[in-house]
């Protein structure tokens, strides 16, 4: 069959195709997880709720991927669908491996969703029901727990507070609440499977070793919350930057109205460390059209942010696209409203790329600002060290550099004879025929001064001199042995001075850098 899922107009059709495709093509589902995928362009929340729900009952058909694992836990982390919120829950049952970091993602879905209880039915796509088959996300979230077992045993004060007391569930669930305390208590004593069977906090967090030029997005023009007008090279070139995404239309208090609220708390963090101008703060909403700069002032400061030339709300003035190619963000929309969007934050170095970023479920404030911190610092120490020495790349270069220009000053001949003598070696390829070029010397020359020159701009950065001394060292005595005759030892002398000064002095810089980031 075609397995191009963007073709599919109507609900029923898709259904059909992601039935199909259960058993045959699960990276094509998995890749229908994400948010920006085509086929949900045009379509309203419900419709999408619909849509990936049914993708999450196809791939529990087998052993969930590990792959998939992201998209199910966003679900029970922030989703307030009872159709998705249920599907996840089921998918979860599925996946091979029991982790009592699974534990509070279950207790939290279920708070998030027992006041939208509604019955499903997973019979059918986006199923509805009353009677016979039927479930509701919160029985689904019980029978995860009931899976966990004792993986679950951290959570139980939690799982109490559902059996007695004024959070309990309803009377009809007490019967499932009481089989998975059950369940976890059962064995709780034995021992387990370790809990990090997966890296959860991996899935979710990224950082960026290799950062793309913002060159692309430097002229987008924004409108911050007061009116005023920057561009993108304006407001993030200077700083470190902690960058969210929201909108003020956003009907998940999950999502955005959160985010901005620890948005605030960021801020203040920030400000009582007295680093509050040096780091950028920036809101940006999906939605430029509608959130015009006095909902984005109202909508923050009901949420606590306290605007500054570095913390403020931006809207970009010509729409979203390009901040949506650059960032790759996780949203759709439906004409211009968003019908589907992921949380993600991004922090970007002094250069405007992007360092490191935290996306789908909620993020850690903590973890964030020491992330921030250690791009600030990074930008600090970078700002203190020689351009030439701050790349792993240049590190490894620099010490080459200067032994090859000391080997080629070392064995290159004085006079045309010697020249000649030199290249008969190599009679075979007919090389006796280049001509003799003395300039090449003073060249060789200025290239090993060039060396020296760099060695001694790092051993200053550093304050260890010794490396400089030794290049110095190496450079005399292979300029001597072009002004005297027959110091041959003298020639490999500096050669090898020259490579060790180069050596020590690059890894001397290198260790300072990595100092400076602890």
């Known amino acids: ?53 049914w993708v999450l009952l196809s791939l529990a058909r087998k052993s969930l991927p590990e792959t998939a694992l992201p998209f199910v836990l966003e679900e029970l982390d922030t989703g307030i669908h009872a159709y998705t919120v249920a599907a996840a829950a089921f998918a979860l049952r599925s996946y091979p491996h029991r982790n009592s970091a699974f534990g509070p993602f279950v207790t939290r879905a279920i708070n998030n969703i027992r006041y939208h209880d509604e019955q499903v039915s997973f019979k059918s796509y986006g199923g509805y029901a009353i ?143 007295s680093v509050g101008e040096q780091i950028n703060i920036a809101g940006i909403t999906y939605d430029p059209e509608f959130d015009q700069p006095e909902r984005l002032r109202i909508y923050g400061e009901q949420r606590g942010v306290q605007f500054t030339a570095q913390h403020r709300l931006l809207r970009a003035r010509d729409g979203i696209e390009a901040l949506r190619k650059h960032f790759k963000l996780g949203v759709n929309f439906i004409e211009s409203l968003v019908n589907r969007h992921r949380i993600e934050v991004y922090l970007l170095d002094a250069s405007g790329r992007i360092a490191a970023s935290f996306e789908r479920i909620q993020w850690d404030e903590t973890e964030v600002i020491t992330r921030t911190m250690e791009i600030l610092t990074e930008g600090r120490a970078s700002a203190e060290v020689e351009p030439s020495t701050r790349s792993p790349r240049n590190a490894v270069l ?74 110095l060292l190496g450079a005399v005595a292979l300029i001597t042995t072009k002004v005297f005759v027959g110091l041959a030892p003298v020639a490999i002398a500096g050669v090898v001075l020259t490579l060790i000064g180069s050596l020590w002095g690059t890894l001397s810089a290198v260790n300072r850098r990595q100092l400076a980031r602890q």
């Open 398 to 471: 620099s010490p080459v550099f200067g032994m090859v220009i000391a080997l080629a000053l070392a064995l290159f001949p004085k006079c045309p004879l010697c020249w000649a003598a030199y290249l008969s070696l190599f009679g075979i390829a007919g090389l006796e025929s280049i001509p003799y070029s003395p300039w090449l010397m003073p060249v060789l020359a200025l290239l090993l001064l060039f060396n020296v020159t760099s060695v001694w701009f790092r051993a200053r950065s550093t304050g260890r001199m010794f490396p400089f001394y030794l290049v």
């Open 1 to 53: 069959m075609n397995a191009d899922l963007t073709r599919f107009e109507s609900e029923d059709s898709f259904a059909s195709a992601v039935e199909q495709l259960a058993n045959t093509l699960q990276p094509q589902l998995i890749d229908l997880l994400r948010e920006d995928h085509p086929i949900y362009d045009g379509r309203g929340a419900a419709t999408v709720s619909r849509m990936r729900g």
């Open 131 to 273: 009677g016979p088959g039927e479930t509701s996300p919160v029985r689904e979230l019980l029978s995860t727990l009931i899976w966990l077992g004792p993986h679950a045993s951290a959570i139980v004060p939690d799982l109490e507070q559902l059996r007695t007391g004024p959070t309990a569930l309803g009377k009809k669930l007490l019967p499932k609440v009481n089989e998975a305390l059950a369940s976890i208590h059962v064995g709780a004593d034995a021992q387990t499977e370790p809990a990090d069977c997966c890296q959860l906090p991996g899935m979710f967090s990224f950082v960026r070793t290799l950062r793309t030029s913002s060159k692309s997005i430097e002229d987008t023009i924004f409108e911050d919350q007061d009116g005023e007008s920057l561009t993108f090279a304006e407001f993030f070139h200077g700083r470190p930057s902690i960058v969210v995404f929201f909108y003020t239309r956003c009907d998940n208090p999950l999502k955005c109205s959160l985010t901005i609220t620890k948005l605030a708390r960021l801020q203040q963090w920030l400000e009582r460390e």
